[in-house]
């Protein structure tokens, strides 16, 4: 592993453009959320990169990109998460990519996702 020290001398030192590039790497690379870099954001990439990042850890919108194989089982469970009716429920899957619900808590959002996922949608947290 990289001396420790040499890194995170390294990170301190990256502008807000070089944190605004390692954030949507580790993102989509990793799966690693934007809000875990607002640890390397710090007090030297300085208020408005900072707190773009912080902003963006609170609130997530949930977004239907596909409903897999399982589109009836898919609709329902839209149906029952959201409220919505059949038709509107439907719409919105037929729609897809579409947001299912926005501004959720980061574990209310991760609950969200995990259910869709695991009928087979595909899903992605914003």
């Known amino acids: 592993m990289a001396d420790i020290k ?4 390294q990170l301190v030192e990256l502008t807000v453009k070089e944190v605004t ?3 949507s790497y580790l993102k989509e690379t ?16 300085g208020g408005a990169a900072g707190g773009a990042v912080a902003e963006a850890k609170t609130n997530f ?14 609709v329902k469970l839209v149906k029952e998460l959201t ?4 038709k509107e429920a439907k719409d919105l ?16 959002a991760e609950n969200l996702k995990k259910q ?3 009928a087979g949608a595909e899903v992605e947290l914003k």
Not at 61 to 74: M, R
């Open 116 to 118: 869709l996922t695991e």
């Open 30 to 45: 990793y799966g690693i959320e934007p809000a875990a870099a607002a640890v390397v954001a710090g007090p030297a990439a």
């Open 6 to 9: 040499a890194l995170g001398d």
């Open 21 to 23: 590039e390692l954030a």
């Open 93 to 108: 899957v037929d729609g897809a990519p579409k947001t299912i619900k926005e501004g959720l808590p980061k574990d209310e």
């Open 61 to 74: 919108d949930v977004v239907l990109k596909a409903p897999g194989a399982n589109k009836l089982q898919i």
């Open 83 to 86: 409220g919505l009716g059949l």
